[in-house]
Nanobody
């Protein structure tokens, strides 16, 4: 019922920036969403947590690998979450997914099992 669509991925040079967007649709999205997260998965690797934002209070949480470089934000009126990616590094290359959670936990917000709806992903490639 809930659908998430990511966009904004592409090829960028090291040190460059990209902004990813994730637009949600569905009648129950606004009432049932407590947090939105970004995850990423590189070829041959497990999906890993990047960042999450609480939907109502806008508190943000980041993985250590991106903290200080990435900024997650949201526009509740547009049912959209963003990931501003700055100072990109080759190790940031991955497919980036947005995901929805119907609850939030300070201890489990980085656990992908907490998120019940996922987008199709958008490719981010950081290379010269």
């Amino acid at each position: 019922q809930i659908q998430l669509v990511e966009s904004g991925g592409g090829l960028v040079q090291p040190g460059g920036s990209l902004r990813l967007s994730c637009v949600a649709s569905g009648r129950t999205f606004s009432t049932n969403t407590y947090a939105m997260g970004w995850f990423r998965q590189a070829p041959g690797k497990e999906r890993e947590f990047v960042a999450t934002i609480r939907w109502e209070v806008s508190r943000v949480y980041y993985a250590d690998s991106v903290n200080g470089r990435f900024i997650i934000s949201r526009d509740n009126a547009k049912n959209t979450v963003y990931l501003q990616m700055n100072d990109l590094k080759p190790e940031d290359t991955a497919v980036y997914y947005c995901a929805r959670s119907t609850f939030f936990s300070l201890t489990t917000h980085s656990d992908q099992d907490q998120y019940d709806v996922w987008g199709q992903g958008t490719q981010v490639t950081v290379s010269s």
